[in-house]
């Protein structure tokens, strides 16, 4: 009966699917030795830094957070240079994406995206009731195969089109659209479109042509570009993100969030953590050490992958991939079905410790002479 109560659009929603829980295959399977690599987190945790900080900032959990979220704009404003009233911190990335959709969108926009792109996109979209036109992937002639083709994206644009949300790099697909076409895109898209610029793996990426959006803030005033503490900085689990833009986008955003919406130990721990580079360059060298020691492996299995620049590699196995997910699961791997993204052949697997990857690998090999 309550169901015909919520607005249509929210009726029809599909939840979003995380990666299963380590503690729920523990339960289910009796065992206690699980390897998750289902949800792209960084295997080697947050710098030692943001723990320490967390750990004094337990003292202080009777108090509100900081709402404005001070000392993280500064230290992010200084390292980014930008104003710190063109920040917006958030509850993870994710929460961003809700307030733009929330401060920017009604029924009557639309909003574009990529298929196989973030499945987040579809649902902050339809949660406030606007439509989505979603534009076909690449076919690899222009750029990456899976990954967004802009052209397509470019061709979707009308009188009605708000926002446009791009992942770059993409997720589930790691591929990645280069600066020079990035940047006419952008600067072709009517002003009163907004241009999403999701980077939450931006710490990862090290090709020579990808670009770093936030360089084009000044001359976009409708770009917004999104990063995250969740990736690479290993803070999962403390829900801290946050969006780069003209202080009047900013200004709001900022009306349309909860008071305090970023807890006060995700704002510690994401103050401590950017200031420690070692930190990050080792989980960076970790990630490109696995990222060659997996795609050696799918290789030598014959098996194809799409060419990621995350800390991801999504593998094409040519057939329905839910029985070796299964497989995996039996051996105490967690990896990602991504069928919810129209990609039913292939499975996401993130990068794991050189440990980590070595179990999967063997998990794979098992399962796969056995279905
Ligand atoms: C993981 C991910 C996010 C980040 O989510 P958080 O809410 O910051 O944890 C955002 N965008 C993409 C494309 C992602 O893969």
Redesign the pocket.
Known sequence: MFYSLAAEYVQQLSPYQPGKPIDELERELGISEIVKLA??ENPLGPSPLATEAVNQALQQLARYPDGNGFNLKQVLAAKLMLDTDQITL??????L?ELIARAFLTPEHEVIFSQHA?A?YPIVTQAVGATARIAPASDGSKWPRWGHDLDALASLVSPKTRVVFI?NP??PTGTYLPNIDLEQFISALPKKTLCVI?E??FEYVDQPDYPDATLWLDKFPNLIV?R????AYGL?GL???YALSNPEIADLLNRVRQPFNNNHLALVAAENAIVDTEHLAKSVSINQQGYKQLAGFVMNLQLEWIPSVANFITINFKREAMPIYQGLLQRGVIVRPVANYEMPDFLRVSIGTLEENQLFMKALTDTLADV
């Open positions: 949800s792209n958030g509850n993870g990335s994710n929460e994406l973030f987040v992942a993409n997720n999701d939450a793996y999104t995250t503490f969740s990736k999962a829900r801290i993100g």
